[in-house]
């Protein structure tokens, strides 16, 4: 017997608050529905905390419920309030260019074929043209003052110096009026969204309710944290994007093969497809062979392969290995070199600086006579090559793709160096 889709999602951790259990059961139990995720524009790319909002949309699109993806060109304009100060309100003709990239990133993971296929809006569609007479009567009287300012984030901004501006004390009626706007078009019954979401969640199926008489339903997942309750989905770089050219593949995948152990299993879950029995035959490898690291190679693979396809995961296993002297360092092109400098921090040097200077400014030692002991015990390399030089001059025969040499000393110090001419 297949397992409930509701039940498969609060074994993956990804179940905060719904409207009802009971009555989204028997909806789901009812027939395929119509669900929705939005996404705002506030900046150029989505990230991986909105990956886990794509994931379980793809969720319910596999279990035979129709997706609309939602990518908002309205409120994007307006901004979700934060729980603290104000958004800056960017140009109209940028946010428009966040929301095809956005498209672009959401697209891949959704099927847009057969009975349950996917559909992409824009709120900007059935917003542009609206008066403000229009939103406040036909849209501003079902929604009640108190209620409004009862909601976290807007209370919390209330209590603060900074207060909160009219236009994103608003977000909420703009985001109700989505759920509103969808059901009215597409039948539209549930929407799915982070559980620092549910106040708009909740905007929505209220003003669904008052307006068509008609219970609809919401469904909120937790925000993901790691298993000592600190933020998840920053590195010392920051935020660990899905753009390629914003975080690279390479970076990407290292951020997954660097999650704790106390951890790997519930990310397994919630960002990957793998079965309840593959998971679980990780979590056995974790307690008993933790130092194979295989749940984290396994999801570090999963998720990079999800967001960057197979060969961008293949490339950044490649240059993990190749950059501490497991393989081939000749066979990594510029881009992947070029995120691997990213991560590790890469420099520039002029061509004709000695091997000295480059593991010093690439902080590979901390001074000229630790780099010249480094060379001596035998510990330095250049491209995986051992050196004895320690008046090595680095120049065009040494250089990767790019201007890049790779400096190492011993087994883990890894830094690279663009030389120039």
Known sequence: MTEHLLDELAWRGLISQTTGDDALREALDAGPITLYCGFDPTAPSLHIGNLVQILTVRRFQLAGHKPLMLVGGATGLIGDPKMAGERTLN?????????????????????????????????????????????????????????????????????????????????????????????????CTLQTGGSDQWGNLTSGTELTRKAEGVSVHALSTPLITKADGTKFGKTESGTVWLDAAMTSPYAFYQFWLNQADADVISYLKVFTFLTREEIEALEVKVAEEPFRREAQRTLAWEVTSLVHGEAAAQGAVDASQALFGRGELGSLDEATLGGCAQELGGVDLPSGATIVEALVTAGIVESNSAARRAIGDGGAYVNNVRVDDAELVLGADHTLAGGWVVVRRGKKSVGLVRLSS
Do not use: C
């Open 91 to 187: 140009p109209v003709e940028v946010v428009h260019q966040w929301v095809e990239r956005i498209r672009g990133q959401i697209e891949p993971f959704m099927s847009f074929e057969g009975d349950n296929a996917a559909r992409m809006v824009n709120n900007y569609e059935w917003t542009k043209d609206m008066s403000a007479i229009e939103l406040l009567r036909d849209v501003g009287k079902y929604f009640r003052l108190g209620t409004m300012i009862a909601k976290d984030t807007v209370a919390r901004r209330l209590n603060s110096d900074e207060g909160i501006s009219y236009t994103e004390f608003s977000y909420q009626v703009m985001q109700g009026m989505d759920f509103l706007e969808l059901y009215r078009r597409y039948g």
